[in-house]
């Protein structure tokens, strides 16, 4: 039995004017990749981003993703939140270097320190980090699955006519 017509490449519909959602095959269209920095209207505007060095990681990691060709529009919020997150976790760590505070029984002996609280935060930033980190392929593993692409099977016939 024959499986019926061949489907007709989404292409030749355009070229048709029978291009209508309904007819086209299952190609998702995705946000606007972005190309270069400037297409980002400023980081000045988002919110997420109150100090300096968060709008720095944010560019410095903007730049990075753009060279790679995965940023698009709708992830600038995202990577915000990731930059505003290791901002955090860099303060976090300047606070630990500081010296635990004593705590001193009625008598006033030493009975040990008090943690700092930001250590409790430097822990839980490096988690949500990693986490958001991972997304955008800021850790080894996760950069494997985007460099990750099959390479296209090329048709032997094809070959060989742009041999000749």
Same mark, same amino acid.
């Given at each position: 039995?024959?499986?019926?017509?061949?489907?007709?490449?989404?292409?030749?519909?355009?070229?048709?004017?029978?291009?209508?959602?309904?007819?086209?095959?299952?190609?998702?269209?995705?946000?606007?990749?972005?190309?270069?920095?400037?297409?980002?209207? %400023?980081? %000045?505007?988002?919110?997420?981003?109150?100090?300096?060095?968060?709008?720095?990681?944010?560019?410095?990691?903007?730049?990075?993703?753009?060279?790679?060709?995965?940023?698009?529009?709708?992830?600038?919020?995202?990577?915000?939140?990731?930059?505003?997150?290791?901002?955090?976790?860099? %303060?976090?760590?300047?606070?630990?270097?500081?010296?635990?505070?004593?705590?001193?029984?009625?008598?006033?002996?030493?009975?040990?320190?008090?943690?700092?609280?930001?250590?409790?935060?430097?822990?839980?930033?490096?988690?949500?980090?990693?986490?958001?980190?991972?997304?955008?392929?800021?850790?080894?593993?996760?950069?494997?699955?985007?460099?990750?692409?099959?390479?296209?099977?090329?048709?032997?016939?094809?070959?060989?006519?742009? %041999?000749?």
């Amino acid at each position: 039995m024959s499986k019926g017509r061949k489907p007709i490449p989404d292409e030749l519909k355009k070229l048709r004017g029978t291009d209508q959602p309904c007819r086209m095959s299952n190609t998702i269209e995705y946000a606007e990749k972005i190309t270069d920095i400037k297409m980002i209207t %400023s980081t %000045s505007r988002l919110k997420l981003l109150p100090t300096k060095r968060a709008k720095d990681i944010f560019k410095q990691k903007a730049n990075q993703l753009i060279s790679l060709g995965i940023l698009t529009v709708l992830d600038i919020e995202h990577l915000a939140v990731y930059a505003n997150s290791l901002d955090v976790l860099f %303060s976090c760590m300047e606070n630990m270097r500081k010296e635990a505070t004593p705590k001193y029984n009625k008598m006033g002996e030493l009975i040990g320190y008090v943690p700092d609280p930001s250590i409790n935060m430097y822990r839980q930033m490096v988690e949500h980090v990693n986490r958001i980190g991972a997304e955008f392929g800021f850790t080894p593993i996760s950069r494997q699955k985007i460099n990750y692409q099959e390479e296209e099977k090329k048709n032997p016939f094809q070959l060989l006519k742009d %041999s000749i």
